[in-house]
């Protein structure tokens, strides 16, 4: 949040005090060896069939053609909007709605939005809806294109989220116009091209927003079986079991933690030191924190990995099998990261874009014990969400006698995450 | 606040007095002369109960043969003890407003010396102690030549602005020059407002700048403040900038060179970074909770 500050978001979460910090760490290390002794043993979560099915007046509804036409006429509408005032209302994120638009009421409403109602970007996003009209208007099928190679996996919407994370955290001057008008123009022209040559599937795997919002809508109640197209009420565990285990699962992952762990530390006098009186200049001594914040998350996941490919041995791909259980640390530290950003500054940006010049952001909803209560419930109950997540998994994967210990390791990374989770929150 | 090195002084012995189980009225006697006796006469009792007083002296007023005494008092029922003004003890008294409560009272004294040893005793030349008055209340004993006034005391004696410094004999009798009391005045007045509102508008952080060459020194770091305290900055830039404290949004601008204060009150907790705007510094972060 560091640089937001310089546009979006005058105040910061105060450090956490060490108590809420022990506090946390304590109930996270005495629930993980709980849960290794106490939970079941063989595998409960059922994935994609699971789920109550909600009322069909309520899935004619959800389904119903107007409301999806409404959603997508929405998605585009306010994409026009802001873009419209991107190119022409001032230039200061003070009297301009955009880049709050961009960076808290997107970037951050889509948690959320995702775990509410699961995976709402796919309806609203305004590239796919362009890609949709340019094929009716050309007759052609939306949905036809070459098949995306297998092993592209979720790789493109990793790379996109890194080059999001980079402009919000990174870029000299992320709330100005132009920085952000050529992100979206060189965003769009990807995604569009995309598009074009793989059909309207590119934006399942590729688009870094949809892939956020579907990854984190896992944990959302409500979900569609596939077996029947039914809207279900479900536990989050069963929707996060059902994560396909695509390629780059891991990566997307690892640049959601490392970009939320680098916006922590990168909040602290040391490191803005660093980066102020470092030879290499400004951007690069960032853009190398950003990218070595993400490449100490993926090694620590990948040693672990190791460590479970040795206890195990028959595991063919154990990096992708478990990286399911590390959505909930993600949203945990996105949860404390962000929250009084979206409540202070959500508002902001709407009252901005109501013609109100350069508002007083809204007093928080929480005081400070609040806000440090939630940060530490937050990361400490994506925590327990982990390991359970990642029990299960290893009950079903392991043979009885191996599944205890083929869990260790991924319960030392999960418990390595949140304590540098909750130190980063009290530097 | 600071207390008065006094109170627990005068508390002590009468303590010690009280019988250890008295019935509840007996207890109400004590306690209603042990007030009274601190209002009335503590000012006769500074030592120890048992030798309250050295040999040969005692409660009795006008002891001592040291100057003449007049039949006319002080105002307070204590006669003046009148001396040649040719070597005769002199006060000055001047008040500060104190940072945290009150005021530090300065007494500054020629041909005179503090005595609180031999207080109650035979007035002797050039001996004593002083005495302060609000407005002509009496306020409180001093032996030294500082004292901190609290603003509570001030309040006690139903407040005022005129301070008076009048010195005393060891016997109580007040020294006085051409039947004029020897004494002081100095006036209250001005700090009176912000000692009775405690909080306010005081410089209570104050954080020193330099930026040069576009480094920053000290190194940026995080200033804790209690909220509603007042933060003042002085920042001096080699090169003309905009110094912004984000979230309270104060501007000021910095011409190169010079130092520029900014003044504010902390009024909202959380994390706040103070910046340039052209070289875009990170100067410190304010942690106000």
């Known amino acids: ?427 | 606040m600071k207390r008065s090195p006094m109170r627990p002084r005068a508390a002590r012995p009468l303590r010690t007095n009280r019988p250890p189980r008295a019935a509840r009225p007996v207890a109400a006697v004590v306690a209603v002369l042990t007030v009274g006796a601190l209002v009335l006469g503590a000012s006769a009792c500074g030592g120890r109960a048992t030798t309250h007083h050295k040999p040969g002296t005692s409660h009795e007023q006008a002891g001592g043969s040291v100057g003449r005494l007049l039949a006319a008092d002080d105002g307070a029922g204590n006669r003046l003890r009148q001396v040649d003004a040719e070597g005769a003890p002199g006060v000055t008294v001047t008040v500060r407003p104190d940072s945290e409560d009150g005021w530090n009272v300065h007494l500054s004294v020629r041909n005179f010396t503090f005595t609180p040893d031999s207080v109650g005793g035979a007035a002797l030349l050039g001996r004593g102690h002083a005495r302060l008055f609000l407005d002509g209340h009496p306020l409180a004993r001093v032996y030294g030549s500082w004292f901190h006034l609290p603003a509570s005391l001030v309040r006690t004696a139903g407040g005022g602005t005129g301070l008076t410094a009048r010195l005393y004999a060891d016997d109580h009798t007040a020294w006085a020059v051409n039947s004029a009391p020897v004494q002081a005045t100095a006036s209250l007045a001005a700090p009176s407002t912000a000692a009775t509102a405690p909080g306010e508008a005081r410089p209570d952080t104050t954080v020193e700048i330099v930026v040069s060459h576009g480094r920053v020194s000290p190194d940026p770091g995080r200033t804790e403040i209690r909220k509603g305290r007042t933060v003042r900055l002085r920042v001096r830039s080699d090169r003309a900038d905009t110094l912004h404290v984000h979230g309270y949004d104060k501007e000021a601008r910095l011409p190169a060179g010079k130092t520029v204060t900014l003044t504010f009150t902390a009024d909202r907790s959380g994390l706040f970074e103070v910046e340039t705007h052209e070289s875009d510094l990170l100067l410190t972060q304010l942690v106000v909770r």
Request: net charge positive; hydrophobic share 50%; with cysteine.
């Open chain 1, 1 to 427: 949040m560091n640089v937001l500050a310089h546009g979006i978001g005058a105040q910061h979460d105060l450090p956490l005090s060490p108590f809420y910090a022990f506090a946390g760490a304590f109930t996270a290390l005495f629930v993980s060896f709980l849960a290794l002794g106490l939970l079941w043993s063989t595998s409960r979560f059922r994935g994609d069939r699971a789920g109550r099915p909600v009322p069909s007046a309520l899935q004619r509804l959800a389904d119903a053609r107007a409301t999806r036409v409404a959603a997508r006429a929405l998605g585009l509408a306010v994409a026009l909007y802001v873009t419209l005032q991107l190119l022409l209302g001032p230039d200061d994120p003070d009297r301009n709605p955009g880049p709050g638009a961009v960076y808290v009421l997107l970037w951050v409403g889509l948690v959320p939005a995702s775990l509410l109602l699961g995976p709402v970007w796919r309806l609203l996003n305004p590239l796919r809806t362009v890609h949709l009209l340019v094929c009716r208007a050309l007759g052609r099928d939306p949905a036809a294109g070459r098949p995306l190679p297998v092993r592209l996996g979720l790789w493109p919407a990793a790379a996109g989220l890194l080059a999001f994370t980079w402009l919000e955290l990174v870029a000299p001057d992320p709330a100005s116009a132009t920085a952000l008008l050529l992100f979206l123009a060189l965003y769009t022209a990807v995604h569009l091209a995309g598009a074009a040559r793989h059909g309207a599937g590119w934006f399942d795997r590729a688009d870094a927003f949809e892939v956020y919002s579907g990854l984190l809508a896992r944990l959302s109640p409500l979900g569609r079986r596939p077996a029947d197209r039914r809207l279900v009420l479900r536990s989050p565990f069963n929707g996060l079991d059902a994560t396909p285990q695509l390629t780059g699962l891991v990566a997307t992952v690892c640049v959601m933690l490392g970009s939320t762990a680098y916006d922590g530390f990168s909040d602290s006098p040391s490191w803005i030191t660093t980066v102020q009186t470092s030879p290499l200049g400004r951007t690069t001594a960032a853009t190398l924190g950003l990218l070595g914040a993400v490449a100490l998350v993926a090694a620590l996941y990948a040693l672990c990995a190791g460590a479970v490919r040795l206890i195990s041995g028959q595991l063919r791909h154990p990096l992708t099998a478990f990286a399911h259980s590390l959505v909930p640390i993600a949203l945990g530290y996105l949860i404390a990261h962000y929250f009084t950003l979206f409540v202070t500054e959500g508002p902001r940006t709407v009252m901005v874009a109501l013609g109100t010049d350069n508002p007083v952001p809204p007093e928080p909803l929480l005081g400070p014990g609040g806000v440090a209560t939630l940060q530490v419930a937050a990361i400490v109950l994506g925590h327990v969400l982990g390991v359970v997540a990642a029990h299960d998994r290893s009950v079903r994967l392991f043979p009885p006698g191996r599944a205890v210990a083929g869990q260790l390791p991924l319960l030392v990374l999960m418990i390595t995450y949140t304590i540098g989770g909750l130190s980063l929150l009290i530097a």
